[in-house]
């Protein structure tokens, strides 16, 4: 059994920063690609970054430049430093895992943080 959990959601200003935190925990032997989604009303989830165990990373051209992915292996955690933040970044903010348990492989996935971007 794993949990992902995510936090650091809330509302902010345009122009605003925050930074969302995500935590894994439970029967872990180690955990792959990790990565940040977010879904707004009426659209579809999409990716916003994921970052590889060894620290490669990938944004969605929207973001590029403005976000920061960053992860802590020994912490199990990942990361999404949000800078310059748009009405458009407003979305429910997910976070998934690749998760190696001792049972398998599992796609873990948070219950979502809220971002709003509004003055």
């Known amino acids: 059994q794993v949990q992902v959990v995510e936090s650091g959601g809330g509302l902010v200003q345009p122009g605003g920063s925050l930074r969302l935190s995500c935590a894994a925990s439970?029967?872990?032997?180690?955990?792959?690609?990790m990565g940040w989604y977010r879904q707004a009303p009426g659209k579809q989830r999409e990716l916003v970054a994921r970052?590889?165990?060894?620290?490669?990373?990938n944004y969605v051209d929207a973001v590029k430049g403005r976000f920061t992915i960053s992860r802590d292996n020994a912490k199990s955690t990942v990361y999404l430093k949000m800078n310059s933040l748009k009405p458009e970044d407003a979305a429910v903010y997910y976070c998934?895992?690749?998760?190696?348990?001792?049972?398998?492989?599992?796609?873990?996935w948070g219950q979502g943080t809220q971002v709003t971007v509004a003055s």
């Open positions: 970052i590889t165990r060894g620290g490669s990373i």
């Open positions: 439970g029967s872990i032997v180690s955990i792959g690609v």
């Open positions: 998934n895992a690749q998760i190696l348990t001792t049972i398998g492989l599992r796609d873990g």
